[in-house]
């Protein structure tokens, strides 16, 4: 099955589907799906694009590789779907959350009122072979993202972009540092949060920035489901 670009971003994102690794990715796939269970399902992966049309980012928050157990992933970094327990990460995004903003903890995971906003949440791959990370890590969809991520800088409105962790980080060099506002810390996983994350008030520091940018903040709190 081709991979079909959302409409929004058609436009901005067609001379990718026209490069050599484009039909490679879309093979490898195919395959995967042929063989294993693939996360997320196939109409969800490109949630990110679809619910944050180019015109509406206001933020960029890089994940690195969806979610790899049953029912979490659907398209969006950090994000599960509603009656899905948040990972760790999630749980310790939701509490320095409540710490720099106190915003109360929902009783979900499902970050897609965030996409509504403008928050880009995505992924560096967008597919991952059930239960193993990282198995479709080098096979196409980085340079595909990358392209997203060259797009939104050099877009016409100033946007923050949300760096967590060395893998995130390392993306910097595709940011116009000078136009933009890059957001950085340690990632919210379990084994670094306490090394940088905790503390770092990554949403007063993006509400502030947009509000330097003449444009709205986000706001953060999610509601019960």
Not at 100 to 109: E, I, K, M
Not at 181 to 186: F, K, L, M, P, R
Request: aromatic letters at 10%; a neutral charge; proline letters at 11%.
């Amino acid at each position: 099955m081709p991979l079909h670009i959302p409409d929004a971003w058609r436009p901005v994102l067609a001379e990718e589907t026209e490069k050599p690794y484009w039909p490679k990715l879309e093979s490898f796939v195919d395959e995967e799906r042929s063989r294993h269970e693939v996360y997320p399902p196939e109409a969800d992966v490109f949630n990110a694009l679809t619910y944050t049309p180019p015109d509406q980012v206001r933020v960029l928050l890089l994940g690195q590789d969806p979610y790899h157990d049953t029912g979490q992933a659907h398209g969006l970094c950090f994000s599960v779907r509603p009656g899905v327990a948040p990972p760790p990460s999630l749980v310790n995004i939701f509490k320095e959350l409540k710490s720099d903003l106190g915003c109360r903890v929902p009783n979900n995971g499902y970050l897609v009122p965030w996409s509504r906003q403008g928050v880009l949440l995505l992924n560096a791959v967008l597919t991952v072979r059930a239960h193993q990370p990282n198995s479709h890590k080098g096979k196409g969809w980085e340079t595909f993202t990358d392209s997203v991520i060259r797009h939104v800088s050099a877009g016409p409105d100033s946007v923050v972009f949300v760096l967590w962790g060395g893998y995130a980080q390392k993306k910097r060099t595709l940011i116009d540092a000078a136009r933009h506002t890059v957001v950085q810390s340690a990632h919210p996983s379990p084994l670094s949060a306490r090394s940088g994350f905790f503390g770092s008030r990554p949403f007063s520091q993006i509400n502030g920035a947009l509000e330097r940018f003449g444009r709205p903040p986000i706001d953060w709190q999610l509601p019960d489901i």
